[in-house]
């Protein structure tokens, strides 16, 4: 008695040049998306940094209306959140938490009086540098 299994029919797969095609293909497209993607995660960061400075120039005017003047460059953003010793009219926190830094992780530029108004309040940009382009340009509050 022999017995005798059905034969399968040939396993069938993807060719090397047909994976090599589909592989270039998914590159083009990765090429052609991720620019445009990261583009718009600067742009996101940009917009972040001008709504930061944005609530910082509410709270420091907060904090002008309670105290009479805007803080001093040497006492900087951090009166803003820590009351100063010497200011009994200090009515803070004006901020919820810390003070932030901008998107890029620096800390924002205060300087009270400003060259531009009463104070500058400033991000570098993504450069960490004064002036540049693009996402490394300067974002101010004047």
Do not use: C
Not at 38 to 52: L, Y
Not at 59 to 69: A, K
Not at 103 to 109: A, C, T
């Amino acid at each position: 008695m022999s017995f005798h299994f059905p034969r399968r029919p040939a396993a069938r797969g993807f060719t090397l040049l047909e994976l090599l095609v589909v592989m270039v293909i998914i590159g083009l497209l990765a090429g052609y998306v991720g620019p445009k993607f990261f583009g718009q995660i600067g742009k996101s960061e940009v917009k972040a940094a001008k709504a930061q400075i944005d609530a910082l120039q509410k709270s420091l005017d907060q904090y002008r209306l309670d105290v009479g003047r805007y803080p001093s460059t040497e006492q900087g953003l951090a009166v803003l959140v820590t009351k100063p010793a010497d200011e009994p009219k200090w009515q803070g926190p004006y901020l919820s938490k810390a003070v932030p830094k901008d998107p890029w992780g620096n800390d924002y530029q205060y300087r009270a009086p400003g060259e531009h108004g009463e104070y500058d309040l400033l991000s570098l940009g993504k450069d960490g540098r004064p002036g540049g382009e693009g996402e490394d340009a300067d974002l101010t509050s004047w």
